[in-house]
């Protein structure tokens, strides 16, 4: 019996150095490395909205005119849209045209109660012609158009349906007829420049300002007198992520670089002195 526990004994200590010498010659051909951190870089979202003081369009107490006298005399509207933040954004400038818009027939006095005009119900956007410039030194004559047309020939790039941002934007008693879309565009966002509290600070966001003309086209008739139009402008702004490149990190030259110029891990064998040792000691 002991003879037997003796022999036993030996095979299992002969097993366990086996194993050992087994995960050593293992541990000798294989390495190991983390890869470099997966940074999410999180933007900022801003978009300001500035209209000129003194600028708003009120088409009251006044007639039709023609093209020429109403872009060399008439106000325009300007207003500047600025990003303020560093994600792109993408706007559209929308003219939002309030009831009443759809005007009943009726007669309109000429000077006495004998002496009337009669008119068939009409809609008062085909009464108004408009015209948006970015740059209010280049205006051009031609590029101007009556907003009832500009608004039906293309109903599905001109007419914002999705009307819900607007109209949580209007004033109490206000009601929306119309949301038209005049022009649209992206301005791209700008770098971090410092920090003002706890927020981060960006400059050299894009920015555009626009000039807004309205009036009552002169082919327009008497049934325009005593009438009003009204409408505002909203910028409708969407974000769009554009993402930055990030640099990779390049390892210094006393650092180990965990992969070979070939783009395949490095593997860490033995020197010839270590191997000569494990010869000469018996192991793998």
Known sequence: MRLKYKIGLVAVVVALAICLMTFQSYALWVTTWNGQENIVNVGCFKVEFHETEGSTIQLKNTYPISTHKALTTAKPYQ??????????SDYQVTLNTLQPSQIS???????????????????????????????????????????GTYATENENEHINKDTSQITS???????????????????????????????????????VTYYLYLWFDEQAGNEVMDKQFKASIIVLNT???????IEPTVPSEEEDS????????????????????????GNP
């Open 79 to 88: 207003f500047t849209i600025t990003n303020k933040c560093s994600v792109a």
């Open 105 to 147: 027939a009726g007669d309109v006095s000429l000077g006495d109660e004998n002496n009337k005009q009669h008119y068939e119900a009409y809609d008062l956007k085909n009464k108004i012609r408009f015209a948006l410039f970015k740059d209010a030194d280049e205006k051009d004559e031609n590029d101007t158009k009556i907003l």
């Open 169 to 207: 934007k209007l004033k109490d008693g206000e009601q929306l007829d119309q949301s038209i879309i005049l022009a649209s565009g992206t301005l791209n966002g700008g770098k971090p420049n410092g920090i003002d509290g706890e927020n981060i600070t960006y400059e050299g966001g894009e920015s």
């Open 239 to 245: 974000a769009r992520y554009v993402p930055q490149p």
């Open 258 to 281: 965990p992969l070979s110029p070939e783009g395949t891990p490095e593997v860490e064998g033995p020197t010839p002195e270590e191997q000569d040792s494990q010869n000469e000691t």
